[in-house]
């Protein structure tokens, strides 16, 4: 288990709490909106296609070689095409600014998001550096240059 530092950023509704992991197996912890004194009670209303960077309220200080993945929540997907536009979203170890979550709203009806709403989930994720080296060829594989559905969708 890794710990992760966190602090509410000014405004910030402490009463919401710190994300929290919704049952024992669960991979990801709620984050939930949470919006400046002014906007509480309006949150914010979503008309299908729009996205908006909603506030967590929390900055955090993750340990070197670690990520927060910002991910969508499955219910909010299904029953009102809510989900993160960059999914999974990306927090580095070295960001200290407040996590907000891009949302977007790919159904068909107007989405509010109130204060205090599980809009995401965090999931905290070992990062693997890389170095990367110029070559003049890659070695063969059996899909090759195979792209986008050639794999097929069956069988």
Known sequence: MVTIAVRFVDGADRALGLPRHASAGAAGADLRANFAAADRAAGVTLVPGARAAVPTGLAVALPE???M???PRSGLAL???LTVANAPGTVDSDYRGEVKVILV???DAPVTVAHGDRIAQ???APVTRAS???VDALD????GTGGFGSTGVSG
């Open 65 to 67: 070689g670690w990520e």
């Open 69 to 71: 993945q910002v991910r």
């Open 79 to 81: 029953r009102h095409g």
């Open 105 to 107: 709203n790919l159904g």
């Open 122 to 124: 965090a999931v905290i």
């Open 132 to 134: 990367f080296e110029e």
């Open 140 to 143: 063969e594989t059996v899909r």
